[in-house]
């Protein structure tokens, strides 16, 4: 793992950690941009962190491109010494897997699918060799999955499965993109997971849809009163398979403003993980049963 | 102070200098896509260089004044009338209370910057007044006008009549459009040739190009260096594992199409990209109308500083001129 370091243009750095996904490189961006945000370097004004990279953005009217640069090295090294431990929170997601809105949405752009004939989670299902959708919701709720990125559009989570590379679930994105997808929708491109924040256009695979707001900016929501967006980077996700009648249920409580996320602190060592992956996962789901 | 929206124009947007800060949870800076124009129309009216204006595009908007008010029109070419009657561009002129401000033809550039003293008073959002209408995010009610709604008015400073922005202070794009742009983030992803006449060729503006980013054709496609596609990447040479994209950033998703992100950009995603437009051209691309021949002219770290410099020497004579 080599990390890149390379100017996009005169107002940013972009880092590369890895030009591969892997856990390994989302965490070395997480430490870099932790420490960054700890230096309180005068003219940084944004850092981003992504999956296996991060961007700053500065103003080079204060401090110049090669001093950024070159105290953003220096924090690499003071990075690359630190423990791999995230103190984090872990969030249960609802997911109405195989719901008919998004069924209806795939219906109608299917001539832009890999395999118009049959449906988005059956297609992903065959290809990763699942038994099926109850084979599907099982692999892909079954294991808990990292916040690696917060973008694209306001709020919209990109998440990585905490499993190893030969069971990470894969999958294209569509042919040619779709103009529509129903909001909340529940989605996968590549190795990435993702929730629709708003409705719009989409590419990713489309598997269910959650009854749980994650970006308001109203501030109408319960739980996003103190701030629009629910996510951040490093945050741990739970997805929990749920029907109908659990999915209108909720969406009546989120409406009447009664309904809370079931959310825990978790301490996530990378360490810890790389000796025993799912005895980590277990402990860490556990945290949830507490709250 | 209120104005009423009798027309709403084809996209009017309020807008300010943006919204820093927030990038990380994908909500982009927004704010005026020619913010040079924008400071100039504020300053001509004496408001803040960052007080929130009018964005227009391609077609001004109908409004009526319920109370007198000074107002400045900068940016595109796009003559303002009241009740009917021309006024010059890049100069403060009165409209007196139940007066309407209309607009002609847009005759150059695509942007018109529409200042009103006292400034646009929608509620200040992430600490901003500017529409990201993507996210439904500040403005007025997160989206563009539409007719019917009712603007609020800052209190005003009193200024004279007629204080112009000189010509030579005015920046435009040139023909062909000229766009400085500093190679780097996956320009290694190309191969040395299509590098080459990605300079030489003369790009087109497309017909998709808006807040997010605006998209050129009609140059030769650019080939890619060979590789094994990284996992999580995707199997499209123009693939990266999603990432974020810098504003003024070039991808070009399967070597086809440019895409130059600008205010409301989308804050990543999985396309690579050759390079990153330098900051003192952003405003340039905001007064691009499809269609333009555009050219991007290659310049290193230096140049582009030296660029942004003379940027801002520009606004503060604006600003020295109109003190």
């Known amino acids: ?291 | 102070m209120a104005i009423n929206v009798l027309k709403p124009g084809l996209s009017t947007t309020v807008q300010d200098l943006g919204r820093p800060g927030y990038y990380h949870i994908g909500i982009p800076t927004s704010g005026g896509m020619d913010t040079l124009s924008l400071a100039a129309a504020n300053l001509l009216v004496g408001n803040d260089a960052g007080a929130a204006v009018l964005e227009a595009v391609f077609m001004g908007p109908e409004l009526e004044f319920t109370q007198d008010a000074m107002v400045a029109v900068t940016g595109a070419d796009l003559p303002p009338k009241v009740d009917g009657q021309e006024q010059p561009c890049w100069t403060a002129f009165k409209v007196k209370k139940g007066q309407v401000l209309s607009f002609g033809f847009l005759k150059k550039g695509a942007r018109g910057y529409i200042a009103v003293s006292g400034g646009i008073d929608v509620p200040v959002v992430l600490g901003s007044r500017s529409t990201y209408t993507l996210g439904a995010l500040g403005g007025f009610e997160g989206r563009k006008l539409a007719a019917g709604d009712v603007l609020p008015v800052g209190k005003g400073a009193f200024v004279a009549e007629g204080r112009s922005v000189a010509e030579a202070l005015r920046r435009a794009p040139g023909a062909p459009a000229e766009l400085r742009m500093l190679p780097g983030l996956y320009w290694h992803r190309i191969t040395e040739q299509a590098g080459k006449t990605f300079f030489e060729d003369t790009w087109k503006v497309a017909p998709e190009a808006d807040r997010i980013g605006y998209r050129f054709k009609a140059g030769r496609p650019l080939d890619f260096v060979p590789r094994t596609p990284p996992f999580g990447a995707g199997s499209d040479p123009s693939n990266i594992v999603d990432a974020c994209y810098p504003y003024g950033s070039v991808q070009v998703p399967s070597g086809t199409e440019p895409i130059v992100l600008h205010r409301d950009a989308v804050s990543g995603g999985g396309y690579m990209m050759i390079g990153t437009v330098v900051s003192a051209d952003m405003d340039l691309i905001g007064q691009l109308q499809p269609h333009t021949p555009t050219k991007f002219v290659k310049v290193t770290m230096e140049q582009a500083l030296t660029a942004r410099a003379d940027r801002r020497k520009t606004l503060e004579a604006i600003a020295k001129a109109l003190a």
């Open chain 1, 1 to 291: 793992m080599t990390t890149r370091y390379t100017f996009g243009g005169d107002e940013h750095i972009f880092v590369e950690c890895s030009e591969e996904m892997s856990l390994e490189a989302f965490f070395t961006g997480m430490s870099i941009t932790t420490a960054l945000r700890n230096a309180k370097i005068k003219g940084v004004t944004e850092i981003c962190p992504a999956n296996a990279s991060f961007q700053v953005r500065f103003n080079p009217d204060i401090i110049a491109p090669d001093e950024m640069m070159r105290q953003l090295k220096a924090l690499e090294a003071a990075a690359q010494s630190a423990p791999s431990t995230l103190n984090t929170r872990i969030i249960e997601v609802p997911v109405y897997y195989n719901d008919p809105w998004t069924h209806e949405t795939g219906q109608r752009f299917r001539e832009r699918h890999q395999d118009p004939t049959s449906t988005d989670i059956e297609y992903t299902a065959r290809i990763n060799n699942l038994d099926g959708i109850d084979g599907f919701i099982k692999a892909h709720s079954g294991a808990p999955w990292f916040v690696s990125m917060v973008g694209f559009v306001a709020g919209l989570p990109f998440l990585y499965q905490m499993v190893d590379r030969d069971r990470q679930i894969q999958s294209p994105k569509y042919l040619r993109p779709r103009t529509d997808t129903p909001r909340l929708t529940v989605g996968h491109g590549g190795c990435f997971a993702c929730i629709y924040s708003v409705r719009g256009a989409g590419g990713y695979q489309m598997f269910g849809i959650t009854p749980m707001p994650i970006y308001d900016p109203n501030q109408t929501t319960s739980y996003l009163r103190d701030f629009m967006c629910l996510f951040k980077p490093g945050d741990i996700v739970k997805w929990k398979p749920i029907g109908r009648e659990e999915y209108d249920h909720t969406v009546a409580e989120v409406d009447a403003g009664r309904w809370q996320p079931r959310i825990a602190p978790v301490t996530f060592s990378l360490e810890e993980f790389a000796k025993d992956i799912d005895g980590t996962n277990a402990r860490v789901m556990e945290a949830l049963n507490g709250h």
